[in-house]
């Protein structure tokens, strides 16, 4: 069985900074992407970002581009999400997520953490 860990969310001031780190455990998969999505209460689940595990290509919502930053550890099978500029509109639980090879979207899914911004 495959698991995707997150960790590293938490309450942080307007402003502030988090990263967040996510962990593949379980049986060993091959993953196309991995990436995050946010789902903010009484809102829907939606894109954050995504990296391509070739390492060939990163993607943003509108939202976060230019304050977020993903990257990835090929080698321990982690990614991460540096979070700088933090809002308040950030606020929400953040879960990580991988497409594996063969599956046509995101198949695996973390628990989430929470991320919670003070104004």
């Known amino acids: 069985q495959v698991q995707l860990v997150e960790s590293g969310g938490g309450l942080v001031q307007a402003g502030g900074s988090l990263r967040l780190s996510c962990a593949a455990s379980?049986?060993?998969?091959?993953?196309?992407?991995m990436g995050w999505f946010r789902q903010a209460p009484g809102k829907e689940r939606e894109f954050v970002s995504s990296i391509r595990w070739s390492g060939k290509g990163t993607y943003y919502a509108d939202s976060v581009k230019g304050r977020f930053d993903i990257s990835r550890d090929a080698r321990a099978n982690k990614i991460y999400l540096q979070m700088n500029g933090l809002k308040p509109e950030d606020t929400a639980v953040y879960y990580c997520?991988?497409?594996?090879?063969?599956?046509?979207?995101?198949?695996?899914w973390g628990k989430g953490t929470q991320v919670t911004v003070s104004s």
């Open positions: 997520v991988a497409q594996r090879v063969g599956a046509d979207d995101y198949d695996v």
């Open positions: 379980g049986r060993p998969f091959s993953s196309v992407a």
